[in-house]
Every structure is written in C-alpha cells, then in structure tokens.
C-alpha cells in the first residue's frame, strides 16, 4: 500500500496530529491537535524515457533498492520547479550518462495501489557514450530479443516497453493510458 | 513559487528540521535533526475534465479561493488510490454533479512555477443533469462563442478549452502536452 498515515508530527509546530475529516472534505487527514495545520498526501509521478539507438533501447540495472540488481528504463521521481519531460531527461542524464533528445510522451502508467503516476517519453541516443551514475550497477543497449525480460524491475517498465516494441512495428507510436493493477 | 521550504518540523517525531542536501543527493531535503528522516517535497497532479453536451462544454464558477467568483473546468487534486481518470471523474461528479462518460486523455500541462502538472481528460456528459457541490457556485453549459475567455481561472483551463475546440473543428482529438510558463 502507499505511505498514507504516517504523518504524525505537525510540519508547521511540531505537535502531535490526528487524522481527522476536515470542514468541507470528505476524506480522512492528518490535522495538528495544536495549530489546526492540515497535511495533504498525494500521489507522485514517476518520469522516464525508453533511450533507444537504431534497434536497441537502453536498460539500466539498479544499484539501490528497492529491486536491486533487477533491469528498469532510467526513471525516477520528479522534483519541484521541473516538467514532466525535464524531469525524464535529468533522469536519463543521471542514472545512465546518456545523451538524448526526448521525442514525444509515450506512457502514462497508474499505479494507485502505491499512490504514483509513471510517466515515460520516448527518446533518440545522439550517440552511444553512457556514464551510469550510483543509482545503476550497468547501463548497456539491448535488442528486442535480447531484453531480460524476466529480470525487469518494474511493470511500468515491462508495459512500456512491450507499446515500444509493438509500436515501432506498426511503425506509429501513439500515447498509450493504462492501469497498473 | 510553489510552496517550498514549509516543512519546520519532522512529521515522525516533531523535532526540528534543516534544510540540507542527504548523501547521494543533489538537492537540499527538509531533514530532521533529531531523527535523520528526510522529507521529500513533489508535484502534486490536479486532474479534471472536458465534460461537453452536443457543442456546448460545462464549466464552473468557482466558489472557493483562488479565483473565486472565475470559471472553471471541474478539476481538483488528485487523490492516494486512484488514478488519473477517477480522480478526474471524482472532481466532475464532486464540483459539477455531471454524470458523464470519460473518453481519452487530451491535455498534460505542466505548470512547473507551481509544482503541478495538469491532466485533462475529454468526457461525454449523460445528460444535462447539474447539481454543483460547495467549491461551485454555478455550472452551466457555453457553446464556444459563448466562453467567458475574460473570466476564465486559470491558464490551464483556456489552453485545455482552445485544444479542444481546435480539435472539435478539425474532427480528430489528440493528446497534447505544454508547459505553461
């Protein structure tokens, strides 16, 4: 489940918070006891690209957790003052050092069960220099038949691959929606 | 500015917090001194609709700051456990009253300045059946030439409203992603 209720400090004095249903809400938030302060939780969005060079799209195997050790597309959260496609490129740049143009938004993946939005662009390699930063073990390109696809990280990666793939193809790549259950 | 640097005090243990960049980070994070626990600061997604009947698109005067008194599409924040289209359909039901069909995702606009992305989806509506919520002072349906483009909200809510007429006129509705500065 997502981190829900875990707010029981008050961010403005300090004080023990309650979770209560607001005037004028109909769910359940943390609410300070003291100042009446009430904390919102929201659900993050997730920004990636698929960094693809002729027939091959680049993977990153994860040096943290959680899923260490597994293969995902360099994604991550995004952060205050950035667009979702800023956000996406200052991933790429940080978990594989690689040189991109990002093209179109590809991917918006729920994923309500743990409160987030993946969101992913396709993106062309200006060439095939990579720098994996701390977060990636390795970064190297892979064709279609040779994806892990047993040792993907995510299934926001799995899905976002398989429209690439599939997409490439039929020679279109559109928007593709969907739920992650 | 979006709202950053407001976290004072740790929400685990109430404790002061500082403003410092943790190890293997790039970016200052609100963190506690007693605990150590670092509080990360996001984007939040506001999530809504296009609800049209026919050529008229429903809008909402709002009743509620900021911009009280302006028009609206129905939108709000989206909330933990659900995803883009229920929070939009939530919103539509909660400030309009509308019952309405969700089609395709049409706008994301990324309104960085403030830490948010804004997620349109175009709806159907069932009928013109209206019973707007508390955050509503008036809905009610516009044909185009009839938009109050004068007294419109918020800038998400023009380019959400100019996309979908430009796509109405053209016969064909795509997704379309902007910044809005």
Chains 1, 2 share one sequence.
């Not at 093209?103 to 993106?123: K, S």
């Amino acid at each position: 489940m997502f981190a829900t209720r875990r707010i029981q400090h008050c961010r403005v004095c300090g004080a023990r918070t309650e979770y209560r249903v607001p005037p004028d809400d109909n769910r359940e938030r943390a609410t300070c006891t003291a100042c009446g302060e009430i904390h919102y939780e929201n659900p993050l969005n997730v920004v990636g690209t698929v960094p693809f060079w002729g027939d091959q799209v680049l993977l990153c195997k994860r040096n943290i957790e959680p899923r260490r050790g597994l293969w995902t597309l360099p994604a991550g959260f995004m952060e205050l003052g950035e667009s979702v496609a800023e956000g996406a490129l200052r991933e790429t740049v940080e978990e594989a050092g690689a040189q991109v143009e990002l093209l179109q938004l590809f991917t918006v993946l729920n994923v309500a069960r743990v409160g987030q939005v993946h969101l992913f662009y396709t993106a062309r390699m200006h060439n095939t220099t990579l720098a994996p930063g701390p977060e990636t073990m390795e970064a190297r390109l892979f064709r279609q038949d040779e994806i892990p696809w047993d040792q993907l990280a995510f299934r926001t990666v799995r899905q976002t691959l398989e429209h690439f793939f599939a997409d490439r193809q039929r020679g279109h790549f559109g928007v593709h929606v969907a739920d992650i259950a």
